[in-house]
C-alpha cells in the first residue's frame, strides 16, 4: 500500500508563489503517475497537474502556464511548483496516483490580500 503526505501549503499574496511537496511511502513509487488535485469550498475536487512514469506533463487550462508538476523518484517525493498564484487558487491540494483512491490528508492553499 501506498502512503502519500503532502506538505508545503499556506496563505500567500496574489502573485506569489508556492512549492508543495508530496512524499511517498512504499518503494515503488518510480513506476507510477502521479497527480496533484484540489478541492475549493462548494466545489468538485479537480486534478490541475499530472505527471506520467516517464515524466510527460498535462494541466488543467486554469493553471497552465502558472504551475509545473515534477517528481524526484530517489527522494519519492512530488513536487507542485505554483507561481503567480490568484484567488480562485485557493484550495486543500492533495496528490495521489490517478486512479487510485489513495487521497492523503491534503494541505491548504488560500491566496489573499
Known amino acids: 500500500q501506498v502512503q502519500f503526505v503532502e506538505s508545503g501549503g499556506g496563505l500567500v499574496q496574489p502573485g506569489g508563489s508556492l512549492r508543495l511537496s508530496c512524499a511517498a511511502s512504499g518503494n515503488i513509487f518510480s513506476i507510477y503517475d502521479m497527480g496533484w488535485y484540489r478541492q475549493a469550498p462548494g466545489k468538485q475536487r479537480e486534478l490541475v497537474a499530472r505527471?506520467?512514469?516517464?515524466?510527460?506533463?498535462n494541466y488543467a487550462d486554469s493553471v497552465k502556464g502558472r504551475f509545473t508538476i515534477s517528481k524526484d523518484n530517489a527522494k519519492k517525493t512530488a513536487y507542485l511548483q505554483m507561481n503567480s498564484l490568484k484567488p480562485e487558487d485557493t484550495a486543500v491540494y492533495y496528490c495521489?496516483?490517478?486512479?487510485?483512491?489513495?487521497w492523503g490528508q491534503g494541505t491548504q492553499v488560500t491566496v489573499s490580500s
Open positions: 495521489k496516483r490517478p486512479g487510485y483512491n489513495d
Open positions: 505527471i506520467s512514469s516517464r515524466g510527460n506533463t
